[in-house]
């Protein structure tokens, strides 16, 4: 069946940029997204791409997307302790009708 | 103003109690859903309703019970509550069908079986 991952944890310092990956198995994907969840509340949709498009911006968000590899990339620029929250990737396809798979989710933390 | 709510938003019951979580949208939405956030943060889906029609049913236990009166409600009924059914709840809702710019989620329903 679809899959889609990421790794847990990612840690870095205030300023610098953030970058989270995602990979996923589902090759006829049409829509792949990011969310964003802080502590104790709900799924915010921070961005999403449709899969002809390999790049997308939007303010400090760059979602980069390899369909050949099957690899999805968010980039925070200049990371702020307000971004501390987990990232979750998703996608969907004709295939899987309206369900939208979700990876594990990343945990950003931001240090000093 | 919220576009998908849920309530409540947090629970506090007993094993082998019946309890129900309710959602409504009000983005004009045909299709809603309902996803499950377990301790360790993964989200799966549970079941997925197209214009009140059931269109996705995932490997659940039939204790839980999807009701659509219309398309912009769907609530979820749980019987015989059991300690693991302790997670977050949220209801979801799209314009279409995985459609990529319309996809909103509620603000979670925090339940814990004691």
């Known amino acids: 069946g679809e899959d889609v991952e990421q790794s847990l944890f990612l840690s870095v310092r205030e300023g610098d940029s953030s970058v989270i990956n995602c990979t996923y198995t589902?090759?006829?994907?049409?829509?792949l997204y990011w969310y964003k969840q802080e502590p104790g509340a709900g799924l915010q949709l921070l961005t999403y791409i449709f899969s002809n498009m390999d790049m997308k911006q939007d303010q400090r968000l760059t979602v980069l997307l390899n369909k050949k590899d099957k690899h999805l990339s968010l980039r925070i620029a200049d990371t702020q302790t307000g971004d501390s929250a987990i990232y979750f990737c998703?996608?969907?396809?004709?295939?899987?009708?309206?369900?939208?798979?979700f990876g594990s989710g990343t945990r950003l933390s931001i240090r000093p | 103003d919220t576009a998908v709510s849920q309530t409540p938003k947090y629970l506090v019951t007993q094993m082998g109690n019946d309890k129900s979580i309710k959602c409504e949208q009000n983005?004009?939405?045909?299709?809603m859903y309902w996803y499950k956030q377990d301790s360790k943060k993964f989200l799966k889906i549970m079941f997925s309703y197209n214009n009140k029609e059931l269109i996705i049913n995932e490997t659940v236990p039939n204790r839980f019970s999807p009701k659509s009166p219309d398309k912009a409600h769907l609530n979820l009924h749980i019987n015989s509550l059991e300690l693991g059914d302790s997670a977050v709840y949220f209801c979801?809702?799209?314009?279409?069908?995985?459609?990529?710019?319309?996809?909103?989620f509620g603000e979670g329903s925090w339940l814990t079986v004691v």
């Open positions: 998703a996608e969907t396809s004709y295939s899987s009708a309206s369900k939208i798979i």
């Open positions: 589902d090759s006829s994907s049409t829509y």
């Open positions: 979801a809702s799209s314009q279409n069908r995985g459609s990529g710019n319309t996809i909103y």
């Open positions: 983005l004009g939405h045909d299709t």
